[in-house]
């Protein structure tokens, strides 16, 4: 018979965005843990919703709303949006999630803020940037995310508070969290949504406000 599932993983992700957010003259504070639930069994996540997370990360719109119903009315949940977003789920994004991490084309702009205006509620967004500019991933290029950003403000009203971006495997991450930094700065956003289990350390240093944690949290998955 296998334990029940524990919070120690939890515990111990906390411990080194402390350790991490003070080794770069940070506070604790300033860095949210966005504990990444997409496909994780209840029996998981309840433990660690026990000892106090309530920030949780999802891939699937869908998925989402079957593993959250009933349960992000209560407690000061908040639900980020993390993976690709089709247009024609905009209307349960702006109705289900806090933040929406995934904005990178102007199709879904427009779809956002007409949902956003229908509904009057306005989830938090970041725009993902494709730092690597991998074919395979979504995200703005860097080059084009200056532009981007404009138009998300301009053409459609949105106001974005940051940036977000999922380094190519296999790479030094800290050049493309150094690059995202750069673009938001630039752009006066405060946000960056960087860093996951391997790397979320680093990202910390290179001035992450969230990290998506998903295995170092509940372990991995089956």
Same mark, same amino acid.
């Not at 843990?33 to 699937?60: C, D, H, M, T, Y």
């Not at 929406?100 to 702009?109: G, H, P, S, V, Y």
């Given at each position: 018979m296998s334990a029940a599932p524990t919070a120690q993983g939890y515990d111990?992700? =906390?411990?080194? +965005?402390?350790?991490?957010?003070?080794?770069?003259?940070?506070?604790?504070? $300033?860095?949210?843990?966005?504990?990444?639930?997409?496909?994780?069994?209840?029996?998981? +996540?309840?433990? =660690?919703? $026990?000892?106090?997370?309530?920030? %949780?990360?999802?891939?699937?719109?869908?998925e989402a709303l079957a593993r959250w119903a009933g349960k992000t009315a209560a407690g000061g949940l908040t639900l980020h949006l993390i993976g690709p977003l089709q247009t024609n789920k905009a209307?349960?994004?702006? $109705?289900? %999630?806090? =933040? !929406?991490?995934?904005?990178?084309?102007?199709?879904?702009? @427009? $779809?956002?803020a007409d949902e956003v205006?229908?509904?009057?509620?306005?989830p938090r967004l970041y725009i993902q940037v494709n730092t690597g500019?991998?074919?395979?991933?979504?995200?703005? !290029?860097p080059a084009e995310a200056d532009a981007f950003i404009a138009?998300? @403000?301009?053409?459609?009203?949105?106001?974005?508070?940051?940036?977000?971006?999922i380094p190519p495997a296999g790479e030094p991450a800290g050049p493309h969290f150094a690059l995202l930094r750069k673009i938001?700065?630039?752009n006066g956003l405060s946000k960056l949504s960087m860093g996951m289990s391997g790397d979320f350390e680093t990202a910390i240093r290179f001035g992450a406000t969230s990290v998506r944690v998903g295995s170092a949290v509940f372990g991995a998955r089956g």
């Open positions: 111990d992700v =906390v411990a080194r +965005i402390a350790r991490a957010a003070q080794a770069a003259g940070r506070l604790a504070g $300033a860095v949210t843990l966005v504990a990444v639930s997409k496909q994780q069994p209840w029996e998981a +996540i309840e433990p =660690v919703l $026990a000892a106090g997370q309530r920030v %949780f990360g999802e891939n699937r719109v869908q209307k349960d994004a702006v $109705a289900h %999630f806090g =933040v !929406i991490e995934t904005l990178d084309r102007e199709k879904l702009a @427009r $779809a956002l205006q229908k509904q009057g509620r306005t500019e991998e074919a395979q991933k979504a995200g703005v !290029i138009a998300v @403000r301009g053409a459609y009203g949105l106001t974005p508070e940051g940036l977000m971006c938001a700065e630039r």
